[in-house]
C-alpha cells in the first residue's frame, strides 16, 4: 500500500522507495526517531539524500508510510467488536486487547510515530485519518446494539464512536511509553470504559 502523503504519482514498482523504507526500518529498530540520521538511511538504500526527499516529505512522512501495514492489523482488532456472535464484554476486550498487541508487537514503530506527529502536520492528518476510518466500523454497532435492545439510546453512536477512539489513541500511547498502571489495568480499565459508554454498565 502507498502512503497518503507519498509525494509522487503511484508506480506499478518502486524499488528504491521500498529499500528506503527497509533501511528507515532497520535504523528506527537501531537508533530510534530522535536520532534517525536521514543520510545514513539513503546511504544504506543505496540511494541519495535527495532521493529520499523525493518520496517523503521528512521523516516523520517516512515513518508513517511504514506504519500503513499495521492498518490492517487495527481494522481486523475493529471487527472483532462487530461480531455479534460473542457476548458484549468478550468483544470488546477482545477487541481492545488486539489493540494493545498490535500496539506492542510493533513498539519502536508506534513509538516513533508518537513522536513525529507532535512536529509533522502531515504526520498528525494521516494518524488522525486513520483512527476516524474505524469510527463507521464502531458506530454501526452501537446503532445495532440499540436497535436490538442490548444498549441503551443516546448520545449520537457516531460522536460516540469518535471519542472512544481517541481514548484509545491515548490508551496506545500509555502501553508504549509506559505509566503507573500495568497492562491488565489499562484492558480493565478500558474495558469499563467502553461497556459504560455503550450499555451504561461496567459489571
Not at 9 to 18: E, H, I, M, T, Y
Not at 115 to 142: H, K, Y
Not at 181 to 190: I, K, M, N, P, S
Request: glycine letters at 6%; hydrophobic letters at 45%.
Amino acid at each position: 500500500m502507498r502512503s497518503r502523503i507519498d509525494r509522487r504519482q503511484p508506480q506499478r514498482s518502486d524499488q528504491r522507495r521500498a529499500a528506503i523504507l527497509e533501511a528507515l526500518n532497520q535504523h528506527l529498530m537501531e537508533t530510534g526517531f530522535d536520532s534517525l540520521d536521514i543520510a545514513k538511511v539513503a546511504r544504506q538504500a543505496g540511494v541519495g539524500r535527495s532521493a529520499f526527499y523525493f518520496y517523503f516529505e521528512n521523516k516523520g512522512a517516512a515513518v508513517a508510510a511504514l506504519l500503513e501495514p499495521m492498518h490492517d492489523a487495527l481494522l481486523a482488532a475493529n471487527n472483532i467488536l462487530a461480531n455479534t456472535d460473542k457476548p458484549p464484554r468478550t468483544r470488546i476486550r477482545d477487541t481492545i486487547d488486539a489493540v494493545l498487541r498490535t500496539a506492542e508487537n510493533h513498539r519502536y514503530l508506534f513509538h516513533a510515530m508518537l513522536e513525529a506527529r507532535g512536529t509533522s502536520g502531515a504526520v498528525r492528518d494521516l494518524w488522525d485519518a486513520a483512527r476516524e476510518s474505524f469510527v463507521p466500523t464502531v458506530s454501526a454497532v452501537i446503532a445495532a446494539e440499540r436497535a436490538s435492545g442490548r444498549a441503551p439510546d443516546g448520545a449520537d453512536p457516531v460522536v460516540l464512536a469518535g471519542l472512544l477512539l481517541e481514548f484509545n489513541d491515548r490508551l496506545i500511547e500509555r502501553c508504549i511509553i509506559g505509566g503507573p498502571l500495568t497492562r491488565l489495568q489499562l484492558l480493565d480499565g478500558a474495558e469499563a470504559i467502553w461497556m459504560g459508554t455503550i450499555y451504561g454498565a461496567t459489571r
